[in-house]
Structure formats: structure tokens, C-alpha cells
């Protein structure tokens, strides 16, 4: 079982940038493939990237390539979302979530494939 701690949300101007994290408890976070989802206030959760266990591989949506980058460190059990160009309607909380790799290391992006996750952290845009 692994627990998720995001940290770096906040107040931005639309083109600023902003770092987001997750600190993940436990010794195996390996063998756990992470994503960043967000949900803005009436809308439903969105995948936004995941990295594999290894953090050789990483996926996006097509909104957010270029703009967001995820990576790992996994001698410290941390993901990050490194957040650039950002817009108004990055405006959501931002969660990291966590799955166990069991067979193949593949990219998912519905939450439901995700068994745990953080409390999230806000992130602001102004305009």
C-alpha cells in the first residue's frame, strides 16, 4: 500500500509556471506507475500524464504536451508535474494517483485503473 502527499499548488498569473509534487510513502514506489489527474469546480476528474515505474516513459494529453512534464524520483519516492505557459483554465485540483504494476507497465489514463490517491492540491490561474 502506498500514501500520497501533493504539495506545491497555489496562486499563478496566466503564463507563469508552477511545480506540483507527490511524496509517496513506502519502500517499493517502483512498482507503482504514477499520473496526475485534475478536476475543476463542476467538471469531472481528467487524466492529465502518467510515468511509468522506471520513469523511462511518459504519457500526455494532447492539451498539455509542451506545456506539462512529469518525472520521478524514485530514491526519494516523489513524481512531479512541472507546469509552464499556464492558462485560466489550468484552474483545478491537482491529484496525483498511484497503480501497482503487476504485469505490464502501460500507460492508463481513466481513474478508476488507479487504486490510490492524494488529497490534491489547488492550483490557480489568474487571467
Known amino acids: 500500500q502506498v500514501q500520497l502527499v501533493e504539495s506545491g499548488g497555489g496562486l499563478v498569473q496566466a503564463g507563469d509556471s508552477l511545480r506540483v509534487s507527490c511524496a509517496a510513502s513506502?519502500?517499493?514506489?517502483?512498482?507503482?506507475?504514477m499520473a496526475w489527474f485534475r478536476q475543476a469546480p463542476g467538471k469531472e476528474r481528467e487524466f492529465v500524464a502518467s510515468i511509468t515505474g522506471d520513469g523511462i516513459s511518459v504519457y500526455y494529453v494532447d492539451s498539455m504536451k509542451g506545456r506539462f512534464t512529469i518525472s520521478r524520483d524514485n530514491a526519494k519516492s516523489t513524481v512531479s508535474l512541472q507546469m509552464n505557459s499556464l492558462k485560466p483554465e489550468d484552474t483545478a485540483v491537482y491529484y496525483c494517483a498511484a497503480r501497482r504494476i503487476y504485469f505490464s507497465d502501460t500507460h492508463r489514463v481513466l481513474a478508476s485503473d488507479y487504486n490510490y490517491w492524494g488529497q490534491g492540491t489547488q492550483v490557480t490561474v489568474s487571467s
Open positions: 513506502g519502500r517499493t514506489f517502483s512498482r507503482y506507475a
